[in-house]
């Protein structure tokens, strides 16, 4: 009962952001994100429900949201803040289905993150001699990973807890360590240094 007076709440609380939603020129990518997230958390309810209980309970989706409706943001924002610590530079691309966790202390600050990519909090993407990362598709980034610099990283490609990554990397690999090697390379323990 009192989570349907909280959602009731939250979509009056909520309703420019449904207006930009839906009107807007991102529905469908938004739409991945709602999507990846209910897969994620296990939610059950129509697609109105369930963008109100993500605006609502979760502030990295809200700055994700906040980053796909560009200009409009400013209508919306002082409603209900993004993640304060999380930086995503209005240049960066970013593919459907991304999932945030817990994203304080995060800068995404690359030229093109993936579809269905998880990053993790306190994550760097970042600039290294003035070149900045691409994230392949299904990427997941753990805790305290930093990566930049004008590397690749590939399709389905883990990057454990505080990896440092200052080069490319193949796909399907897992990667640990500072500097960063690969652990396992298509499900192959490999321990082969980048």
């Not at 209508?75 to 993640?83: A, E, P, S, V, Y």
């Given at each position: 009962m009192i989570e349907r007076l909280y959602i009731s709440f939250g979509f009056l609380r909520f309703f420019p952001h449904l207006l930009v939603f839906a009107f807007g020129a991102?529905?469908?990518?938004?739409?991945?994100?709602?999507?990846?997230?209910?897969?994620?958390?296990?939610?059950?309810?129509?697609?109105?429900?369930?963008?109100?209980?993500?605006?609502?309970?979760?502030?990295?989706?809200?700055?994700?949201?906040?980053?796909?409706?560009?200009?409009?943001?400013?209508?919306?924002?002082?409603?209900?803040?993004?993640?304060?610590?999380?930086?995503?530079?209005?240049?960066?691309?970013?593919?459907?289905?991304?999932?945030?966790?817990?994203?304080?202390?995060?800068?995404?600050?690359?030229?093109?993150?993936?579809?269905?990519?998880?990053?993790?909090?306190n994550v760097t993407l970042g600039d290294k001699n003035g070149g900045v990362p691409t994230i392949g598709d299904y990427v997941e980034i753990l805790p305290n990973a930093v990566i930049t610099g004008d590397i690749h990283i590939g399709n389905h490609c883990v990057i454990g807890p505080g990896a440092v990554v200052f080069k490319s990397i193949p796909d399907n690999c897992v990667v640990v360590g500072n500097p960063a090697y690969i652990l396992k390379k298509d499900g192959v323990i490999v321990n082969q240094k980048l």
């Open positions: 991102n529905k469908p990518i938004i739409k991945e994100d709602i999507s990846a997230y209910k897969d994620e958390y296990g939610l059950k309810g129509n697609l109105l429900y369930l963008m109100v209980h993500l605006l609502t309970h979760n502030t990295s989706f809200r700055s994700l949201f906040y980053y796909r409706i560009g200009k409009w943001k400013w209508l919306c924002q002082w409603l209900g803040k993004g993640t304060v610590n999380l930086t995503l530079p209005p240049t960066v691309k970013i593919d459907g289905g991304l999932l945030l966790f817990h994203a304080y202390g995060t800068i995404l600050n690359a030229r093109f993150i993936g579809k269905g990519c998880r990053i993790v909090h």
